[in-house]
């Protein structure tokens, strides 16, 4: 066994959520603070999961175990951070829109985008406009995520941004999509301020939109 | 003599009849042997290759034609009889179906559908015009005694087959339409796992708990050989391709690692394979596998598949021309007219010019079989659906121009 540190990168790109465990209680006995914990360990490694995805060398399953090793520790780090009244990089909400019930890459999303750091609100499958409207009001998120996999569905993610605009939330958050059948473009054309094509992307391009905070 | 098919092609109206050479069987046989028939095969009625009820209802509308009445269990849900529609369309193929359990409910889609519990404690329901399994009944998996305690169901009940033999010899004996048996499961083992594990915990076992994953799979698998051993005792003699269905791609890439299809999943598949080709020597199987897939294809096709589809020609690695190059010596392949884009959404020409592009780039030398890239959703457009029957015709002759 070396420094708790590497020991902890290494278990997280392994999925070794025991080793996770273990390791986050030694460094935090040896009075490492749960800040630098996070910041200089959990949340590159997860970033090194995330690249060795788009390399094609790790696949969902690997990025699956990865994130639950992660979230072991980051749910030891949570209460001292809190404590600290350390910052998380944001707020996001993300739900499948209206209608879609295809919940596979927003749980993939939901994953990488802890991983990188962010508090997740979770709103689920088949998510109403109002719903996310309501969200932005009461939960003061820095951004919505939002997917769509079905042609038929796609529309209402363009439904939703659209009553965001007419409550005046629009500059309130910053709108990110996804699902198969988006593109770049798409989500362009429709004013959506950030797209990703998988759950790494995702994680990336939030970081790039919420860079700010 | 053969008539000069181009020489037609270029002079007959639009829409006017194409002289057609061979039957729909003879065209069938020849596209998947990889020859060139008279024209590319056009299917509707299989994996990814289905219409909405809203669709359905407005072919029957425009058509004119009356239901049958009857339905058909199509992978997890049903549909109507889509064999009055497939003669008004002149599709190439007929689809036999292994029957449902008398618990099943054939629902239609529509404000009437009943939500129920199957015969593998999944749940039925309905969304956005798109069937959905829940209830994940093997979530809690933990053990072999828990593969064994689950109640698996059986193949051999009789009213799985009951009248398809007829059915079959039938349409065999009075059509000459090309006989595909449609996946007689909802889906194949992966498939199968992940409705009945649940998705993630199904990707996190292939991840960590290979050896558990290894004994369900193979357990699952065999269950689900004995559907097809059911299913082909009753239509074996008649079909030309009998299908499976596993989707191991995502958007991007593989949904599974590589490395593992190979080491734990592909023998239980060369198995299948085996044994329906023990039982059908003369049945070409057909996968269906969405997404991009391109890693999983050489081993795909060491594991026996002959047709590929739906072919997602819009993702990465998934280029027609690409796939035909690399892969079209050993695969037939089915679909890849682009459904979110030209389908959807684009107007009769570029409806023509995705035909052709696909004809060009998938039918040299045969081994190619017209469709679209997967379902299609409420929002094609009536107008774009007939174009793409008629223009899938007219644009298929041999010799391709190019």
């Given amino acids: 066994m070396g420094i708790p540190q590497s020991d902890i990168y290494t278990a997280i790109l392994e999925g070794d959520e025991t080793t996770v465990t273990e390791q986050v209680e030694k460094a935090l006995q040896m009075g490492i603070p749960a800040g630098v914990l996070l910041n200089e360990t959990l949340i590159p490694a997860m970033a090194e999961v995330g690249d060795l995805f788009e390399k094609g060398e790790y696949f969902v399953p690997e990025m699956l175990i990865a994130a639950r090793a992660m979230k072991a520790g980051l749910s030891i780090l949570k209460p001292l951070l809190a404590e600290a009244k350390a910052e998380t990089n944001g707020k996001i909400a993300i739900g499948t829109v209206k209608g879609d019930l295809h919940d596979i890459g927003k749980n993939l999303v939901t994953i990488m985008l802890e991983g990188a750091g962010f508090e997740v609100l979770d709103l689920g499958v088949d998510v109403p406009a109002e719903r996310f409207v309501e969200v932005i009001e009461k939960e003061h998120v820095d951004m919505v995520a939002m997917s769509a996999l079905l042609t038929t569905t796609m529309v209402n993610i363009e439904m939703t941004m659209k009553m965001i605009g007419e409550k005046g939330l629009r500059d309130k958050v910053k709108i990110m999509v996804g699902g198969a059948p988006l593109t770049r473009e798409y989500a362009r054309s429709i004013g959506a301020d950030g797209f990703a094509a998988d759950a790494s992307q995702a994680a990336k391009e939030a970081l790039v939109l919420l860079g700010g905070k | ?402």
């Fill in chain 2, 1 to 402: 003599m053969r008539p000069d098919l181009k020489a037609i092609k270029h002079t007959e109206e639009r829409g006017a009849a194409i002289l057609e050479q061979y039957s729909s069987r003879k065209r069938v046989e020849l596209a998947i042997h990889h020859q060139e028939p008279d024209r590319v095969p056009i299917s509707l009625g299989g994996s990814a290759n289905h219409l909405t009820e809203n669709l359905y209802r407005a072919l029957r509308e425009h058509f004119g034609f009356q239901d049958t009445g009857r339905r058909t269990l199509v992978g997890f849900y049903s549909t109507p009889d889509y064999n009055p529609l497939l003669d008004c369309l002149g599709t190439d193929m007929r689809f036999l179906h292994l029957r449902p359990v008398n618990s099943f409910i054939m629902n239609e889609i529509g404000p009437n559908f009943k939500p129920f519990v199957d015969e593998w404690g999944l749940r039925h329901e309905l969304l956005s015009g798109y069937y959905n399994l829940g209830g994940e009944p093997l979530g809690h998996l933990e053990s072999i005694a828990d593969i064994e305690k689950y109640p698996w169901p059986d193949p051999n009940l009789p009213e799985r087959v009951a009248g398809l033999r007829e059915e079959a010899e039938k349409l065999f004996n009075f059509t000459d339409y090309s006989l595909v048996g449609h996946r007689p499961v909802y889906g194949n083992a992966w498939e199968m796992s992940r409705f009945l594990l649940g998705v993630e915990k199904a990707l996190l076992m292939t991840a960590k708990d290979r050896k558990l994953f290894e004994a369900f799979f193979d357990k699952l698998s065999d269950v689900l050989d004995g559907f097809y051993a059911v299913f082909l005792d009753a239509v074996g003699p008649y079909i030309q391709i009998v299908e499976m269905a596993e989707d191991l791609g995502t958007n991007n890439g593989p949904m599974l690692n590589p490395k593992f299809y190979r080491e734990v999943m592909w023998p239980y598949h060369r198995r299948t394979i085996e044994r329906i080709k023990k039982k059908a020597p003369h049945v070409k199987v057909m996968l269906h596998c969405d997404g991009a897939i391109r890693r999983f294809i050489p081993d795909l096709i060491d594991a026996g598949f002959d047709i590929l589809n739906p072919i997602e020609s819009n993702l990465v690695g998934m280029e027609p021309a690409g796939l035909k190059n690399d892969f079209g010596k050993d695969l037939v392949f089915m679909g890849g007219v682009d459904l979110v884009k030209v389908l959807t959404r684009g107007n009769r020409t570029d409806i023509q010019n995705e035909i052709r592009s696909r004809v060009n780039e998938m039918g040299k030398g045969g081994g190619y079989i017209l469709a679209p890239s997967h379902n299609f959703t409420n929002d094609v457009p009536l107008e774009n659906l007939l174009s793409f029957f008629e223009e899938g015709k007219n644009l298929g002759v041999y010799p391709l121009e190019g």
